[in-house]
């Protein structure tokens, strides 16, 4: 019967779509969490953290790049909890990754700005999450102050990838 074997392949079809939803929702939790495990250790160990999160960005490709539908979807879906800085960060990845594929960049390449993309709002993490939560009309001038220091925070963090410490003041 044509229309029943039609009615079960699409049940397949939407079986199959649920479990790459739920292989990418596992992943996409579990990589939050290792980047804010990695956060924490970045302005003290710069060049192991670095190496760690390079292989976080190599897990990234191998689980929402495969099926970028899917991924956008559990991208959606993650909004709040507590984790907006880690999820918006690898959001920003996995779409930077998403478009080196349009624009044809090497792995490699794509690999590079996917860490970079992980990283772009690193200063913010010593920003508490009372601050981040606002929108930046509602900030007061401290507040202001202290998310313009976000620079500051990564310029820190670069030295201490290069140099292996804290560079010199001036």
């Given at each position: 019967n044509p229309a029943m074997a039609a009615k079960q392949e699409r049940i397949r079809v939407l079986n199959e779509h649920r479990r790459r939803i739920e292989q990418v929702d596992k992943a996409f939790l579990k990589s939050s969490a290792i980047l804010r495990n990695l956060n924490r250790?970045?302005?003290?160990?710069?060049?192991?953290?670095?190496?760690?999160?390079?292989?976080?960005?190599?897990?990234?490709?191998?689980?929402?790049?495969?099926?970028?539908?899917?991924?956008?979807?559990?991208?959606?879906?993650?909004?709040?909890?507590?984790?907006?800085?880690?999820?918006?960060?690898?959001?920003?990845?996995?779409?930077?990754?998403?478009?080196?594929?349009g624009l044809n960049f090497s792995p490699e390449q794509a690999r590079i700005l996917g860490l970079g993309a992980l990283l772009h709002d690193i200063g913010l993490i010593e920003v508490p999450d009372r601050v981040l939560k606002k929108r930046p009309d509602e900030y007061t001038k401290p507040e202001r102050d202290l998310r313009a220091m976000r620079s500051t925070t990564l310029a820190q963090c670069g030295g201490r990838a290069r140099y292996g410490r804290r560079p010199a003041a001036g």
């Open positions: 250790n970045l302005l003290d160990k710069p060049n192991e953290t670095l190496q760690e999160m390079s292989v976080l960005v190599d897990q990234m490709v191998l689980s929402f790049l495969e099926h970028p539908e899917v991924t956008l979807h559990v991208m959606s879906e993650k909004n709040g909890g507590g984790d907006e800085l880690y999820s918006h960060s690898l959001n920003v990845s996995v779409l930077s990754m998403m478009l080196t594929k």
